[in-house]
C-alpha cells in the first residue's frame, strides 16, 4: 500500500521569507501523481501544486515550486516570500496514474505565518 | 467553474441515528469520493465511486455505506452513527481522465 509521510506538523516562518515543507512517500509504481493540497479555516481543498511523476522538471506555480527526487521518493513544497494568506493546513497527496483511485494524505502540516 | 456541494456544512445527530451525507457535483465527472479527515490523521478514504451504482471501498469503510443512483449524486450513509464517527466528511470528484480532484466544502458531523 502507498504511504505517504509529512514529518513537520507545525512550521512558523516570517513574513516574506521562504519556507520548505517536507513529504516522503512510498510506492512501487511507476506512474502516479503528487499533489500539495491547502486547506485554511474556510475547510476548502484548495490545489496548491501537481507533478507528474514521469516530468523530470519540477512543478511551479508563482511563488510555489516543489522539488521532486523520485529516487528518493521525495517531494517538498516551497514558498517564497511568504504571505499571511498562505497560513493554513498543508497536505501532500499521492494518487496512481489512470483509473478512478483515490487520494493517499499525509497527516498534513500546519503553517503558521508571523507578521 | 466546478462546482461540488455538499448539502450540510454542519450536521449534529444522535447515537443510533441513520445519517445521511449528501455530495453533488455538476461537471459531470465519473469518479466521486468520501474522505474522512481527523486531526493528526489527515484525510483517509471511505468509500469511492466510478460510475452510477458502482462503488468501491476505500481504507476506512467500516460503518459506513454509499449510494450513487445519479451520476452527479453521491451520498455516504452512516447506518447506525457512533460517537466516533464525529468528524469533518470532505466529498470529491473527477474525471477518469483527470489528474486534480475537486472538494466540497465539508460537513462537519458531530454524534452525541
Known amino acids: 500500500a502507498q504511504t505517504v509521510t509529512q514529518s513537520q506538523p507545525e512550521m512558523s516562518v516570517q513574513e516574506a521569507e521562504t519556507v520548505t515543507l517536507s513529504c516522503t512517500y512510498d510506492?512501487?509504481?511507476?506512474?502516479?501523481?503528487l499533489f500539495w493540497y491547502k486547506q485554511p479555516p474556510s475547510r476548502q481543498m484548495i490545489l496548491v501544486i501537481r507533478?507528474?511523476?514521469?516530468?523530470?522538471q519540477n512543478a511551479t506555480e508563482n511563488r510555489f515550486s516543489v522539488n521532486f527526487q523520485k529516487a528518493a521518493k521525495s517531494f517538498s513544497l516551497k514558498i517564497s516570500d511568504s504571505q499571511l494568506g498562505d497560513a493554513a493546513m498543508y497536505f501532500c497527496?499521492?494518487?496512481?496514474?489512470?483509473?478512478?483511485?483515490?487520494?493517499?494524505f499525509g497527516k498534513g502540516t500546519h503553517l503558521i505565518i508571523q507578521p | 467553474d466546478v462546482k461540488v456541494t455538499q448539502s450540510s456544512r454542519y450536521l449534529v445527530k444522535r447515537t443510533g441515528e441513520k445519517v445521511f451525507l449528501e455530495c453533488v457535483q455538476d461537471?459531470?465527472?465519473?469518479?466521486m469520493f468520501w474522505y474522512r479527515q481527523d486531526p493528526g490523521l489527515g484525510l483517509r478514504l471511505i468509500y469511492f465511486?466510478?460510475?452510477?451504482?458502482?462503488?468501491e471501498k476505500g481504507d476506512i469503510p467500516e460503518g459506513y455505506s454509499v449510494s450513487r443512483e445519479k451520476k452527479e449524486r453521491f451520498s455516504l450513509i452512516l447506518e447506525s452513527a457512533s460517537t466516533n464517527q464525529t468528524s469533518m466528511y470532505l466529498c470529491?470528484?473527477?474525471?477518469?481522465?483527470?489528474?486534480?480532484?475537486?472538494f466540497g466544502q465539508g460537513t462537519r458531523l458531530t454524534v452525541v
Open positions: 497527496a499521492y494518487r496512481l496514474g489512470g483509473g478512478a483511485d483515490g487520494l493517499t
Open positions: 461537471m459531470d465527472h465519473e469518479n
Open positions: 465511486s466510478y460510475d452510477v451504482k458502482m462503488k
Open positions: 510506492t512501487s509504481e511507476s506512474d502516479y501523481y
Open positions: 507533478q507528474e511523476a514521469y516530468k523530470q
Open positions: 470529491a470528484s473527477r474525471v477518469t481522465t483527470g489528474p486534480e480532484a475537486f
